[in-house]
């Protein structure tokens, strides 16, 4: 009987072993790659934010355009939202509410506040 709980000790500490070294040195490394992916995307994210918000103060409309709808297609929400009042508005692109309606709503679909409050303002006025 003893050699069978010795058996089985030695088969769950060669387990216990196999698994971690598993787990060491196959999962940690990707998830490490996975997050590093993650956060520089991010910063791109941002800097192409900025560089549309400072195209749109200076009256450069096309450029900001340029630098937000890229964005906005991969899912940002403030891209999302800018392109949104600017076919609200007409600035820069023709004036259309149904392009409106539609970037709004996704800004909104992510949460985005200013997205939800602009696109009740479109359900208020029957536009949405």
């Given at each position: 009987?003893?050699?069978?709980?010795?058996?089985?000790?030695?088969?769950?500490?060669?387990?216990?072993?196999?698994?971690?070294?598993?787990?060491?040195?196959?999962?940690?490394?990707?998830?490490?790659?996975?997050?590093?992916?993650?956060?520089?995307?991010?910063?791109?994210?941002?800097?192409?934010?900025?560089?549309?918000?400072?195209?749109?103060?200076?009256?450069?409309?096309?450029?900001?355009?340029?630098?937000?709808?890229?964005?906005?297609?991969?899912?940002?929400?403030k891209?999302?939202?800018?392109?949104?009042?600017?076919?609200?508005?007409?600035?820069?692109?023709?004036?259309?509410?149904?392009?409106?309606?539609k970037?709004?709503?996704?800004?909104?679909?992510?949460?985005?506040?200013?997205?939800?409050?602009?696109?009740?303002?479109?359900?208020?006025?029957?536009?949405?």
């Amino acid at each position: 009987m003893y050699k069978i709980y010795l058996l089985v000790g030695f088969a769950l500490q060669f387990f216990h072993y196999f698994c971690h070294y598993i787990f060491m040195k196959r999962i940690i490394p990707f998830v490490a790659i996975c997050i590093f992916q993650m956060l520089f995307s991010t910063n791109t994210w941002c800097a192409d934010l900025k560089k549309g918000a400072t195209a749109y103060k200076d009256g450069d409309y096309a450029a900001a355009l340029r630098e937000w709808k890229p964005l906005a297609f991969q899912g940002n929400a403030k891209a999302q939202f800018f392109l949104g009042n600017m076919y609200y508005k007409g600035i820069g692109v023709p004036q259309d509410d149904g392009a409106a309606y539609k970037w709004f709503k996704k800004a909104a679909e992510q949460g985005l506040t200013r997205a939800q409050n602009n696109l009740g303002t479109l359900y208020m006025r029957g536009l949405g």
